[in-house]
Every structure is written in C-alpha cells, then in structure tokens.
C-alpha cells in the first residue's frame, strides 16, 4: 500500500532562512510519480513539482530546490532565502501506476516565514 | 470560466439530509478525483474517475456516492450528511500522460461543507 509520511507538522524560520521539508514515502511499485504542492492562506492547492521513479535527478526552480533519493525512499524539498510568501502549507503526494494513479497526499508541513 | 469550478462554495446542512457538491471542468481530463481536507490528515482521496462512467473508491469513500456520466463533470453526494463530514472538499482533475504517466492535478477552489 503506498503511504507518504511528512513528519514535520509545523516549520518556523526567519526570512532569509533556508529551510527543508521532509518527505519520506512508500510503495511497492517500480513505476510512481511524486509531487509537491503548495496550499497558500487562500487555500487553493497549487502544483509545484512532479518527478517520476525512474529520474533521481535533482531539481532548482529559482529559489525552490528538491532532492529525490529513492534509496531512502525520500523526496525532499528545500527553500533557499525563504520570504512571508513562502508560507503555506506544502503537501508532498505519491501517484502510483498499477493503482490507476490515484494519488495519496501526506499530512502536510505548515511553514511559517516571519519578517 | 475555463478551469476547474466548484459549486457550493459554502453550504450548511443538517444531519441526515443529502447533499450533492458539484465540480466541473473544462480541460476534458480523464482523471476527476475528490478530497476532504482536514486538520491533521491533509487530502484524503474519497473517490477517483478514470473516464466517463469509470469509478473508483479511494482513502475515505464510506458515506459517499459518486458519478461521471460526462467527462466534465464529477458530482460527489453525501447520501446522508453526518457531523464527521464537516470538511473542506477539493475536487480535481488531471490527464494521463504519454507512456501512461501520471501528471499534476489542478485543483478547484474547495467547497466548505458544515453539518449540523
């Protein structure tokens, strides 16, 4: 069964502080896709990222860096110099192929940026 | 409005009534699911649609009922609203990819449903 753990409920850090968002997941499939997204104080979800199993590449978007490991099952998240827009609350999900993709999303980590 | 559209955005009902929440899209994407959104648990997948008339149970299904005669729309029915149903409901949608690749969801507004 696939499952997505983000330990970190809550992340407080001054502006300009590099923070890390952990996600560790699980499934027993060779082909799945794992994502970020972002869910503002407005509370619309928006897309941030997707990355497929079979690339462990490394990822930088501007101020937004992610970091795959399939050999520690993780799929972490980085943002270099946070601002007061960056907090959210970050979701990280896992699509499974042979689950006819449906997507499980973990708990969510609630980032808190302060000026 | 091209997009992905909710419908109530709000709505408070009483218990044991039915409430259906609507959610439309104008991407014709295959893949419509639906999620509750609470404090603690994040999005829990109630149901999923791979294609017109094609359903699927996801987390959190028990208590309610779906259907996808078209492929724009995604009805989810709450057959007889209970207090553990208050939630924020997040409808999305998503395509398949090339080589059958699971691509983003693109999500509408929410709907905040309280039952009273």
């Known amino acids: 069964a696939q499952k997505v753990t983000q330990a970190q409920t809550e992340i407080s850090v001054v502006e300009k502080e590099d923070v890390t968002l952990d996600c560790v997941y699980e499934?027993?499939?060779?082909?799945?896709?794992l994502f970020w997204y972002k869910q503002p104080p407005s509370g619309e979800l928006v897309f941030l990222i997707r990355?497929?199993?079979?690339?462990?590449q490394n990822e930088i978007s501007g101020r937004y860096s992610w970091n795959f490991q399939k050999s520690t099952s993780s799929f972490n998240f980085t943002i270099t110099a946070s601002q007061v827009v960056d907090s959210a609350v970050y979701f990280c999900?896992?699509?499974?192929?042979?689950?006819?993709?449906?997507?499980?999303f973990g708990a969510g980590t609630r980032l808190f940026v302060k000026a | 409005d091209a997009g992905i559209t909710q419908s109530p955005r709000y709505k408070i009902t009483e218990t044991g009534r039915q409430v259906t929440l609507m959610c439309h899209q104008t991407w014709s994407h295959s893949y419509m699911f639906w999620y509750r959104q609470d404090l603690g648990h994040g999005l829990r997948l109630i149901y999923y649609s791979a294609a017109a008339d094609i359903t699927d149970k996801g987390e959190v299904p028990d208590g309610y009922v779906v259907s996808r005669s078209k492929t724009e729309n995604f009805p989810l029915t709450l057959e007889s609203a209970t207090r553990s149903q208050t939630s924020v409901y997040f409808c999305?949608?998503?395509?398949?990819?090339?080589?059958?690749?699971?691509?983003?969801?693109?999500f509408g507004p929410g709907t905040r449903l309280t039952v009273t």
């Open positions: 990355r497929n199993s079979f690339d462990e």
């Open positions: 999900a896992l699509s499974e192929a042979t689950g006819g993709f449906k997507t499980i």
């Open positions: 999305a949608s998503s395509e398949l990819g090339q080589g059958a690749a699971s691509y983003e969801q693109y």
């Open positions: 499934t027993r499939d060779t082909t799945y896709y």
